[in-house]
């Protein structure tokens, strides 16, 4: 093999993919990428088992062949070229060496026939979005995922479709955030619910732009493989069924609350500096027309802040964990929330002013 590359036609690919690659690996191959060269175009993978990237680009080299390098070092590489410089690669008796200008770098290679393939996708369902509304769902929602919780099924992001909606939901016992958009003009879809990995909410998420360009989901019984222009993941799904949702949410409300997203957040901020740093606890307390947010430490240090807020009616108190309700209020976008209590010792909704597709629990805590 014998072929010339632009740096800012290459580190971009490597860029895209480059992510799903751990320094360390269990089988050595998967430190690596594979570069599969053809008359016209070069595409570039990587995985690890569980999810697979591609990224492509033109490149008239007149040449098929396939090879592998390693992921991290080629990206390092790459990325450490002056710009504007052009690559020559050339590989050899087991040997890849690369070259640019005076520099010159000799990496190992290892077959592309041992190279893993996820599997042969053969899907079942697929739907076509904007970009930019499939990013903000997962936005407003994986800060929820639970991390390495016993309960597989947690460590990732439900994906569903169901009435003509598409709906992110994610949850780890102690909060849920759910956010759903509108299939307009997308009939025939059947319903669908998948649990997509950590890992490949991660990827997905770094490869999706906040624009209107399209991207395709195609979705199988074990598998989900998403497609944006040149660039493509491949991710398995966790075997399991999701929690009912639904029936955590809040439906009878005796008490609501309205303030302004922005002043709460700051006051949050401040207060939590002298929370206790194990559980992060805050106090808020609900009078007429003033919220007092509390907290207090080991240390006997405390803090205090009141705001004014829209209520008449029942003063009580309750104790969250701020960090919870910090995610929340940073996912919001609308200037007001409402709190809808059903009684101090059960879970609080949050919800966005005049918008009806983002709802947020979280579950109370004892302080």
């Keep these: 093999m014998n072929i010339e590359f632009d740096r800012e036609q290459l580190l971009p690919a490597l860029q895209m993919v480059v992510g799903v690659v751990e320094r360390r690996q269990t089988l050595p191959i ?84 041992d190279f893993p393939n996820i599997t042969d996708f053969t899907p079942t369902a697929e739907l076509t979005l904007p970009s930019h509304t499939l990013r903000q769902l ?15 099924y947690l460590n990732g992001l439900l994906i569903e479709i169901a009435d003509r909606t598409l709906r992110c939901v994610a949850t780890d016992g102690h909060r849920l955030a759910m956010a759903e958009t509108a299939l307009d003009g997308q009939d025939g879809l059947e319903a669908i619910q998948i649990i997509l990995p950590r890992k490949g909410v991660t990827e997905l998420f770094r490869m999706l732009p906040d624009s209107d360009e399209t991207v395709n989901l195609e979705f199988s019984g074990n598998h989900l493989r998403v497609t ?7 991710s398995k799904l966790i075997d399991g069924k999701f929690p009912d949702y639904t029936g955590v949410i809040p439906a009878a409300a005796t008490l609501r609350l309205g303030v302004e997203r922005e002043p709460l957040r700051h006051a949050l901020q401040r207060v939590s500096i002298l929370s206790n740093e194990k559980f992060r606890g805050v106090r808020l307390s609900l009078g007429n027309d003033e919220l007092t947010v509390q907290a207090h430490n080991p240390e006997q240090e405390e803090a205090e802040e009141s705001l004014p807020v829209d209520h008449q009616g029942q003063e009580f108190e309750i104790g969250f964990n701020v960090n919870y309700l910090l995610d929340a209020l940073s996912a919001i976008r609308t200037s007001h929330v409402e709190f809808v209590f059903t009684n101090p010792d059960s879970s609080a909704l949050l919800l966005p002013v005049d918008d009806v597709t983002r709802k947020y629990v979280i579950m109370p805590m004892r302080l």
């Design 228 to 234: 944006l222009g040149d660039q493509g993941m491949t």
């Design 30 to 113: 998967l430190s690596n990428l594979l570069l599969q060269v053809e008359p016209d175009t070069v595409t570039l993978t990587t995985t690890d088992l569980e999810v697979e990237l591609t990224s492509r680009f033109a490149n008239a080299s007149g040449v098929s062949q396939s090879v592998t390098l390693p992921a991290k070092k080629l990206f390092d590489i790459c990325r450490a070229l002056p710009q504007g410089a052009e690559i020559r690669l050339q590989v050899e008796d087991g040997k890849a060496r690369l070259s640019s200008g005076r520099s010159r770098f000799t990496l190992a290679t290892m077959s592309a026939e």
């Design 138 to 152: 997962i936005e407003d929602t994986q800060f929820a995922m639970a991390h390495q919780d016993v309960r597989y």
